[in-house]
């Protein structure tokens, strides 16, 4: 099937062709949802780093220097506790958009079936910044291989590169838009600060303009990881391919896009149904897995079927 469209000359796949494929691809290959389905389950069942002790030692003074009432510093309290106590910092293994997608990620929790969650807590400020630094690698080198069976079920007899060169690259992709965002966030507050100054409206507008500018950007940069995985490109050229198809497939990749995180987005409110602490959360985490899996691998197959339609057509990036 997936073969079919993409060998199809009057015109490149399309968005639902590309959602059949991946579908196809995954519901023949149920292992593909496998570390998906893993990283859930070990997020949910299995012990959690917490960092209770240095949000409440961040928190307290910064409550005690704003001039708070008592009612007021008492509900803040409170709602930092919450987070404080349900924090996983495990869940940094979850690099969204270029890792493993979890569905526990980004609950916070402090039990489940088997009772409540055994913690171990980290207080070092320095210590929980290389832990996470250390997580986010682990989480971007293990997605990468996900993203490799993906890639490899989408067009099993293309030669795929080394898998460890791809785990490389994509763990310097990550940290790179991860210093990049930064950058570009500290920029767009500090230009803001000064819109402001001259003219309240105007800081509002600035904060659109530079809100919209990181979101297009994001979105032409999206099938990075699709250049590195599947077509064993080094960062800068992969960047560079997923600018310009996107640049080409402008509307139906936004249509794509839009499917695939809108459909991503209501069904976690499904997911989102069980409670931690009951067992039909595995139904939830297995649904979670399989959709994830079914929009990622439709996705390769959307990057391939237009890169290799537009190569096809003497219109090579």
Avoid: C
């Avoid at 968005?15 to 149920?30: E, N």
């Avoid at 490389?168 to 992709?173: D, T, Y």
């Avoid at 767009?188 to 919209?212: E, M, Y």
């Amino acid at each position: 099937m997936v073969e079919s469209l993409f060998m199809a000359e009057s015109k490149p796949i399309g968005v639902i062709s590309s959602l059949l494929a991946g579908f196809d691809r995954v519901a023949s290959r149920p292992f593909l949802i496998l570390p998906p389905l893993a990283l859930d389950l070990f997020l949910w069942l299995g012990p959690h780093l917490g960092i209770a002790r240095l949000i409440d030692s961040l928190a307290e003074p910064a409550l005690q220097t704003n001039g708070l009432v008592a009612e007021q510093a008492s509900l803040i309290r409170q709602a930092v506790e919450d987070v404080g106590e349900s924090f996983n910092l495990l869940s940094a293994l979850s690099t969204i958009p270029v890792g493993i997608p979890s569905l526990m990620a980004g609950r916070l929790s402090i039990e489940n079936p088997l009772g409540l969650i055994g913690r171990v807590e980290v207080a070092d400020p320095g210590r929980v910044l290389l832990i996470w630094i250390a997580l986010s690698g682990i989480g971007l080198a293990l997605g990468s291989y996900y993203q490799y069976w993906i890639a490899g079920a989408i067009a099993p007899d293309a030669e795929l590169g080394p898998g460890w060169l791809a785990a490389l690259r994509m763990v310097g992709f990550g940290f790179l838009m991860f210093v990049g965002a930064l950058v570009a966030g500290i920029t767009v507050l500090i230009a803001i600060a000064l819109a402001t100054l001259i003219l309240p409206l105007l800081g509002t507008g600035v904060f659109f303009l530079g809100f919209a500018l990181l979101f297009w950007l994001a979105v032409y940069l999206i099938f990075t990881p699709h250049g590195i995985i599947r077509y064993n490109q080094g960062v800068i050229r992969a960047m560079f391919e997923s600018f310009i198809l996107v640049r080409r497939n402008l509307m139906p990749t936004v249509g794509y896009l839009g499917l695939a995180f809108g459909s991503y987005w209501l069904l976690n409110y499904v997911w989102g149904l069980p409670s931690t602490s009951s067992w039909f959360s595995v139904l939830a985490i297995a649904g979670h897995a399989f959709v994830a899996t079914t929009l990622l691998a439709g996705s390769y197959a959307y990057y391939q079927g237009r890169r290799e339609w537009f190569a096809a057509a003497g219109r090579t990036a």
